[in-house]
């Protein structure tokens, strides 16, 4: 089957880093897909990997190993407003989204 | 505003009967999916469709049903709701079937009593 492991919650502090892990199984593999969804309100897109290496994208950056079906999302300088779940996902050999189950992530003063 | 607009934003729900969710899209992507989204479980796809005129089964099709008449429009149908449906559904485009942004609707929180 196919699967997508992520932490259920995690904590950290305004200002510090984090960084959220992603490990999955698939049936092929497109391309690992990073959303943020506050809670309430729709997925928005964060970051698209495809190739092995770090994509950097301001305040947050995503890494793929594609040999070790690994991801992660580092997020810098931590503000309230990234309090929110992140979504992984990866595209299968079908095209088809794989969607794990979300990190929540609360940011404490 | 460009976006995709779902109707309504919530639902309360008699088991046993027949409700369509809406979707609708103006940004002209060719693909555009449905989601529900549960405590706990990943977003699981219902429904989707690469282009007009055609649509496929997802992970989590039983008692659901879509349509595609046209390139805007993607509504998703319980046809005799049941306690279990309750979620929250997500409508999503992208431009293209495959591994491309997907863009979401704000949700529609669905109760079945």
């Known amino acids: 089957g196919q699967n997508i492991d992520q932490p259920t919650e995690m904590t950290a502090t305004e200002g510090a880093i984090v960084q959220i892990n992603c490990t999955y199984q698939t049936s092929g593999f497109n391309g690992l897909f990073w959303y943020q969804q506050h809670a309430g309100e729709a997925p928005t897109f964060l970051s698209y990997?495809?190739l092995d290496g770090l994509e950097e994208k301001g305040r947050f950056s995503s890494f793929l190993s594609r040999s070790k079906g690994y991801s992660y999302l580092l997020l810098k300088e931590l503000q309230m407003k990234d309090s929110a779940s992140y979504l992984c996902a990866v595209v299968d050999s079908n095209y088809q989204l794989i969607w794990g189950a979300g990190t929540k992530l609360i940011i404490k003063p | 505003i460009a976006g995709i607009t779902q109707a309504p934003t919530s639902q309360i729900l008699a088991a046993g009967r027949r409700m369509t969710l809406r979707c609708t899209q103006d940004m002209r992507h060719n693909a555009m999916y449905w989601y529900r989204q549960d405590l706990g479980l990943g977003l699981r796809l219902i429904h989707y469709?690469?282009?007009?005129?055609?649509?496929g089964k997802g992970e989590v099709p039983d008692g659901y049903s879509v349509s595609r008449a046209n390139t805007d429009d993607f509504p998703l149908t319980l046809a005799s709701a049941v306690p279990s449906q309750t979620s929250v559904y997500f409508c999503?485009?992208?431009?293209?079937?495959?591994?491309?942004?997907?863009?979401f609707g704000q949700g529609t929180r669905l109760t079945v009593v």
């Open positions: 469709s690469n282009t007009a005129g055609t649509t």
């Open positions: 999503a485009s992208s431009e293209a079937a495959d591994n491309t942004e997907a863009f």
């Open positions: 990997n495809v």
